[in-house]
């Protein structure tokens, strides 16, 4: 067996499958799509889903592909063991439909002996124990002796998640030899032990599970397979590790390069060694994929990874910042495979690099002042730091919880999460109340109140998109600054702008300004006092200063589906007081890139026929391709031409008025497109009420819509195979499914009754005398409160005189009910008091009349216990 690099294994895999006639299909981004299940993909089939699922139809019935993943389940054990990673990639083939169990296996076995040229007296393969079809065609066809074939129970060798798709697996293993093996006789796959390694699973995708439990064969059986690159490089280059691995191990080697550390010497420093190895695999590649770090969601999957990676590398001794270093050493080995690497490297380095830097900001501070804590802790003999400290870290040096928590452990301590919850939701409450008052860094008005009253911005972007102008201010957080280099957020006064300034309902522009020297990202653009114009930007290269000339580049693709949104809202206002009626006012809006937000007087809610017919009015008027037309003009001009004019908005002595053919007319600084046929298509998602007399319709166009409405027809696809009908018959097949679900459930009830009320003779068999009184106690199951209200009273009519006591469980839960005659009753017998009492034993509580009572409990394990009280407190009832 020849030595065979990763990325040797890889392109043999996807050129073996391409010869196969497989589309062979660059990998997924790491980010799904229209898939809310994952936050980032986990395996090779995740982003193929829907065409498994019938919902989209697969560009070929073959495809082959190799996955870049990421999984941080185990990511406290990664760097502790030689196998544990976040960041892999998955080799993968597929059929949707097309071959199946012969070709999966014959090729699977053809490309592991004659392409990797694996020892064939080495594999050994799986088979699910029913799945006599695999084990025929690993026996016959292929020829692996019937003593290298394992049958695997449903736990190892059967895929199923919940209902739907689901079938048998068949998985190839390598022998390591007895060396890695427990020395038992009986050693082989399916074994504990380290000798047989599972590099290659087959799945045979061939029924579909029902809501019943039965297995039902699909008419299509697809192929699912799932091989581990890294794992099986690490059988190709004969080592126990997948950090030994030759792309691994060179990204390893910088790490011991930087660090001026040893590998394989010190097992704490090794660990850190690994863990820096793994992490900038996956910051690089989520990098690559459009991820930025945040506080949430993938962002911060991202930003966890990232700052224990930087802090690994302060435990070996790196004084400085290194993860950039590490970064060209991954695009090196993987930009073969993954050109985006390549082409976004300048922008990679840039983001981990300012991720870095401002992580080591604080660490240094951060790590010192949790030293101090520790020691505080080890002197007061406690093992535990408050949560309050714990927030403090993070609140203030921005140290994340689970980094304290990871330094603690290695000191054998802990932090008491409750209560640093508990200070994380009080902040949250600070933060709510005092948002209203926050615009953000450098949003500051004592700062832009120091500079030159004849400092001025213009805006000149409403027919273009790009212009040249000269920095005249910055200011960073609330100080004036002449300078600001990469990493800084500063905000920038220019003297002209093509960048739209929040305003009207309508967000600020993105774009990029530029000039030889630097290049800043326009995070947002606001209206400022006197005049002036604020781009709040981020400093993304080199460095800018006051006083040059500077490029600017308004986001073309923001800007157009921000202007289809604006213009849709006038369109909106115009349709809505068609039919609705002339008290409509705008009562406002928000109108950005992905969606508009339209808020109106209305003091009812809109009916579907109403929302359908704004709908189609809004549509009409876009396809008559209406001309849309600004103007500026006196206010009083404006207003006798029939302008429409915002409520409570502010207006000087000029205005700008946009016309859209001749069906709507209103004052608007915004920017439209020049005509509706731009906006393409408008579809309404949400109609509500927000306060009293105030309504809000959500709406997309554009591209939104069209995806909103794919959206829409991918999940009603997804609803009919789920029902086993198509899309035309969903309604017809969901009325029916309701009847039947009614009937099976009157017809329940029906029989739970009568299996209740034909038990009386029974349950009355075991009556007990408790001074001279009946008592009937009994347990029941299934039994909801109605059912044994019933029961009760066919047992009192029979018994005549006693006292009745019912326990049952019901969806997980306890119901009681006492029931007592009036003859007993008049001993003293109380049916309220001792269903309050047995109640309080299950963790329950009620309570009720002398002759009836009924109570619910939480503890169904407590039925018993809390019943035989019941002779006590008649006991101590009964005069």
Not at 306 to 325: M, P, S, T, Y
Request: one cysteine or more; glycine letters at 8%; a negative charge.
């Amino acid at each position: 067996m020849d030595k065979m690099s990763l990325n040797e294994v890889r392109s043999k895999f996807l050129s073996f499958f391409e010869g196969k006639d497989h589309l062979v299909r660059s990998s997924f981004p790491l980010v799904p799509q229209n898939d809310k299940s994952l936050l980032l993909i986990n395996s090779g089939m995740a982003p193929l889903k829907p065409y498994f699922m019938g919902v989209d139809t697969p560009p070929h019935k073959r495809m082959v592909t190799c996955q870049k993943c990421i999984r941080t389940g185990d990511i406290e054990n990664v760097g502790k063991t030689a196998r544990h990673g976040t960041f892999f990639e998955m080799l993968g083939n597929f059929s949707f439909g097309d071959y199946f169990k012969n070709e999966s296996i014959k090729w699977g076995w053809e490309f592991v002996t004659d392409w990797l040229k694996m020892p064939i007296e080495r594999l050994w393969v799986s088979v699910y124990e029913n799945d006599d079809e695999a084990y025929e065609i690993w026996n016959k066809t292929i020829g692996v002796p019937e003593e290298r074939i394992v049958r695997l129970g449903k736990a190892d060798n059967f895929w199923e998640i919940g209902l739907g798709p689901c079938g048998p697996c068949s998985e190839i293993y390598f022998d390591r030899g007895e060396k890695y093996g427990c020395e038992s006789p009986h050693c082989k796959p399916g074994c504990d032990c380290d000798r047989y390694v599972e590099f290659w699973n087959h799945v045979f995708t061939q029924y579909d599970k029902d809501e019943q439990g039965n297995y039902n064969p699909l008419p299509k059986p697809n192929i699912d397979t799932g091989m581990g690159l890294e794992r099986v490089a690490c059988i190709m280059q004969d080592v126990d590790s997948i950090f030994e691995v030759d792309t691994i191990r060179y990204i390893l080697d910088g790490v011991v390069e930087i660090s001026g550390q040893s590998y394989g010497v010190d097992p704490k420093k090794d660990v850190s060694i690994r863990i820096i190895t793994d992490h900038i695999r996956s910051v690089t590649f989520m990098v690559s994929d459009g991820i930025m770090p945040s506080n949430e969601g993938r962002g911060y999957v991202l930003r966890r990874l990232l700052r224990r990676a930087a802090r690994h590398g302060k435990l070996l001794g790196i004084k400085n910042n290194f993860l950039n270093i590490l970064v060209e050493r991954v695009i090196k080995v993987s930009g073969d495979g993954y050109p985006e690497l390549r082409e976004k490297s300048e922008y990679i380095n840039k983001v981990i690099g300012i991720e870095e830097e401002r992580f080591h900001e604080t660490i240094d501070q951060g790590s010192e002042i949790l030293k101090n804590y520790i020691e505080e802790l080890k002197l007061g003999g406690h093992t535990v730091l408050s949560g309050e400290q714990a927030f403090r870290l993070y609140d203030t040096y921005g140290f994340p919880l689970e980094l304290t928590k990871e330094i603690l452990e290695e000191e054998r301590m802990a932090v008491d999460e409750d209560s640093f919850k508990a200070e994380m939701e009080k902040q949250r409450e600070r933060a709510r109340s005092a948002r209203q008052d926050m615009e953000g860094e450098g949003w500051k008005e004592d700062a832009f109140s120091q500079l030159d009253q004849q400092i001025k911005s213009s805006f000149n972007g409403y027919d273009t998109l790009t212009l040249p102008a000269t920095v005249l201010a910055m200011v960073k957080g609330s100080e004036i600054v002449h300078e600001a280099n990469i990493g800084d957020q500063v905000t920038i006064i220019l003297d002209k702008t093509p960048f739209y300034p929040e305003g009207g309902g309508q967000i600020g522009d993105k774009g990029i300004l530029w000039n030889e020297a630097c290049k800043a990202r326009v995070i947002d653009v606001k209206k400022g006092h006197n005049d002036r114009i604020l781009h709040i930007c981020e400093i993304i290269d080199g460095k800018i200063g006051t006083g040059v000339m500077i490029h600017t580049e308004v986001d073309r693709e923001s800007r157009i589906s921000t202007a289809r949104n604006h213009t849709a809202t006038h369109l909106l206002h115009k349709a809505l007081k068609s039919i609705l009626g002339q008290h409509v006012e705008q009562a406002g809006s928000m109108v950005t890139l992905e969606r508009l937000r339209f808020d109106f007087s209305h003091f009812q809610p809109l009916s579907d026929e109403e929302v359908e017919r704004v709908e189609e009015i809004v549509n009409m008027k876009i396809l008559e391709s209406l001309q849309v037309d600004a103007s500026e003009m006196a206010i009083e001009d404006a207003k006798k031409k029939g302008a429409t004019a915002l409520f409570g908005e502010k207006y000087g002595d000029h205005v700008r008025v946009v016309s859209i053919g001749d069906y709507s007319m209103e004052l608007c600084g915004g920017t439209h497109v020049q005509s509706v046929s731009q906006i393409g298509l408008f579809k309404i998602i949400s109609e509500s009420g927000v306060a009293a007399g105030i309504r809000r319709i959500e709406a997309v166009t554009g591209l939104k819509a069209y995806q909103y409405i794919k959206e829409k027809e991918a999940k009603l696809k997804e609803v009919s195979i789920l029902l086993k009908t198509t899309p035309k018959e969903v309604v017809t097949r969901v009325e029916n499914l309701i009847n039947d679900l009614k009937s099976v459930q009157k017809e329940a009830e029906t029989l739970k009754n009568k299996m209740a009320t034909g038990s009386v003779d029974e349950i009355l068999s075991n009556v007990n005398q408790i001074k001279g009184i009946n008592v009937v106690v009994h347990k029941l199951a299934g039994l909801d409160m109605d059912s044994l209200r019933n029961l009760g009273d066919h047992l009192r009519d029979k018994l005549g005189s006693g006292l009745i006591v019912l326990g049952t469980d019901f969806n997980d839960k306890v119901n009681f009910l006492a029931m007592a005659t009036q003859d007993v009753v008049d001993r003293g017998v109380h049916a309220g008091n001792i269903i309050k009492e047995i109640a309080k034993i299950a963790g329950g509580g009620g309570g009720g009349r002398p002759n009836m009572a009924q109570a619910g409990a939480k503890d169904v394990s407590k039925i018993d216990e809390a019943l035989k009280e019941v002779a006590v407190l008649v006991e101590r009832q009964v005069k």
